[in-house]
């Protein structure tokens, strides 16, 4: 059974950092391109960062950038998302996916989705 699963997600003050891991199971993610998208309440879900399958490129969005690193560890078949000085408007759920693909992309076309990550930024 193909899956990814989020998890790190939790609620932090603002400045604070977290980490969020996509873990997967069923597939290899070595041939894979994976992207990390959020999603907050009333919102379009909106690209946050990407690597590529050799982690020699990535991506990330102007809102974001700065403040988010993105890495992949295909031995341990995880992804990661290293998010600091977090803000408010990082609030929403967040979700990994992958693609059978080179490249990666901030536009959704990927083929697997995990169920989603809550981070909550609040004091």
């Known amino acids: 059974q193909v899956q990814l699963v989020e998890s790190g997600g939790g609620l932090v003050q603002p400045g604070g950092s977290l980490r969020l891991s996509c873990a997967a199971s069923g597939f290899t993610l070595d041939n894979y391109a994976i992207g990390w998208f959020r999603q907050a309440p009333g919102k379009e879900r909106e690209g946050v960062s990407c690597?590529?399958?050799?982690?020699?490129?990535?991506d990330t969005a102007e809102s974001v950038k700065g403040r988010v690193t993105i890495s992949r560890d295909n031995a341990k078949n995880t992804v990661y998302l290293q998010m600091n000085n977090l803000k408010p408007e990082d609030t929403a759920v967040y979700y990994c996916a992958a693609v059978k693909s080179v490249y990666c992309s901030l536009i959704s076309l990927y083929e697997y989705w995990g169920q989603g990550a809550q981070v909550t930024v609040s004091s």
């Open positions: 690597i590529s399958r050799s982690a020699a490129i990535t």
